[in-house]
């Protein structure tokens, strides 16, 4: 059973410009999160999706942006890219909304801004 | 405010050896608390789930245990491997309507030969 697929692994962006990473969740699973992690802060929570709904969003500005596919693939987008968005960005599935169920995380996507 | 605290922030322990890492959580109402293990470039993997009424789960070499009356989990490493050597986070989950979570910083094991 494959796993979640993140891409792309890495990449690097400039100040200003935008970036969108895309989550494959494991066959069967509905729900996505998303997740930042920095060496400073830990990870921390973007949103997650259900069934192409936003259900949940943590407290990141509005050039944090995501969508939800009917096929459960999820995309997230930063705008206007900001030195400190560097970080690694973490996509976890989940069989049913909530995360009270177990989740599992891609690989992530290793974003740097120069 | 809900926090989850770990300690120490990294460790470094000779291989074979033992070890107990620690989380000290203010969330409320709990849910469940887990341990994931996230070795350096990958993603996070799920150790170990307890929800309130477990107070010890293991997993392998790693048995974690819970204390909901005093809000603490640690997490002990059994005759540990080079293969140990990760980051360790803990993560509780919040019980108010939709469950959140909440995330610890992590403890940095080295495991050294």
């Known amino acids: 059973k494959a796993g979640v697929t993140q891409t792309p692994r890495y990449l690097i962006k400039t100040r200003g410009q935008q970036v969108t990473l895309s989550c494959s969740p494991i066959?069967?699973?509905?729900?996505v999160s998303w997740y930042q992690q920095t060496p400073g802060q830990g990870l921390q929570f973007l949103f997650e999706?259900?069934?192409?709904?936003?259900?949940n969003k943590g407290n990141f500005p509005g050039r944090f942006s995501g969508r939800q596919f009917s096929n459960s693939r999820s995309e997230m987008n930063v705008s206007t890219l900001e030195l400190g968005d560097s970080a690694l960005y973490l996509c976890?599935?989940?069989?049913?909304?909530?995360?009270?169920?177990?989740?599992?995380f891609g690989e992530g996507s290793r974003l740097t801004v120069l | 405010k809900n926090q989850v605290e770990q300690s120490p922030q990294s460790l470094i322990i000779l291989e074979g050896k033992n070890c107990t890492l620690q989380?000290?959580?203010?969330?409320?109402?709990?849910?469940?608390l887990r341990w994931y293990k996230q070795d350096t470039g990958r993603g996070p993997v799920s150790l170990t789930i307890?929800?309130?009424?477990?107070n010890t789960k293991s997993n392998g070499r790693y048995t974690a245990t819970l204390d909901a009356d005093t809000k603490q989990s640690s997490l002990h490493i059994t005759a540990s491997q080079l293969s140990d050597s990760a980051s360790y986070i803990c993560?509780?989950?919040?019980?108010?309507?939709?469950?959140?979570?909440?995330f610890g910083k992590g403890t940095m094991l080295l495991v050294s030969p």
């Open positions: 999706y259900f069934s192409e709904t936003q259900r």
């Open positions: 066959s069967g699973h509905r729900s």
């Open positions: 993560v509780v989950s919040v019980n108010s309507g939709y469950s959140t979570l909440t």
């Open positions: 976890a599935s989940s069989l049913n909304a909530g995360r009270d169920g177990e989740l599992f």
């Open positions: 307890m929800t309130f009424s477990e």
């Open positions: 989380c000290n959580y203010t969330v409320s109402p709990f849910s469940n």
